[in-house]
């Protein structure tokens, strides 16, 4: 039996804190991007909430968006009141996740980090996002994530 790795249980720990009911998939590759989730999942690329970390002026921003849109950074930026948002470098978000780039899941970070969500995640009954780790998600629903990470609808395209 392999041992899992330390920042699945860690995000698995957090999950419980936070109330979640959702179950952790553990994939047998690695799903760096939504489409590949989605067909490990067999669900619909909408249905996958990316886990976006931004520089905002400085400050760690996460988005999370349905794996069907592309992030509007200079949109975004507006509605949120930054002046602008870049995509952040592996290590700003290794520092403010403590996660990697593929594998950031919406909680268990060091700190609690401004979070807004893509209202367009609402239509699906299920939403999966990462769990921590390239090869790990989790299923929730909209209202649940909402509630476990405090965030904020906005529009991002």
Do not use: K
Not at 48 to 54: E, R
Not at 91 to 119: K, N
């Amino acid at each position: 039996m392999a041992t899992e790795h330390a920042s699945i249980t860690s995000f698995r720990g957090d999950l419980t804190r936070r109330g979640g009911t959702g179950d952790v998939v553990i994939l047998p590759d690695t799903a760096h991007t939504a489409a590949l989730a989605a067909a490990a999942l067999g669900c619909e690329v909408g249905a996958i909430a990316n886990s976006l970390l931004f520089d905002g002026d400085g400050e760690p921003v996460l988005i999370l968006t349905s794996g069907a849109h592309r992030v509007d950074t200079s949109a975004v930026a507006q509605r949120i009141g930054v002046s602008r948002l870049r995509r952040a470098d592996p290590e700003f978000v290794r520092r403010h996740t403590g996660q990697v780039i593929g594998g950031v899941s919406p909680i268990d970070h060091p700190a609690p980090v401004p979070t807004w969500i893509d209202p367009w995640l609402r239509q699906h009954e299920v939403v999966w996002a990462a769990a921590g780790h390239p090869a790990a998600v989790f299923s929730t629903t909209y209202d649940e994530l909402v509630a476990m990470t405090g965030a904020v609808e906005v529009s991002v395209e």
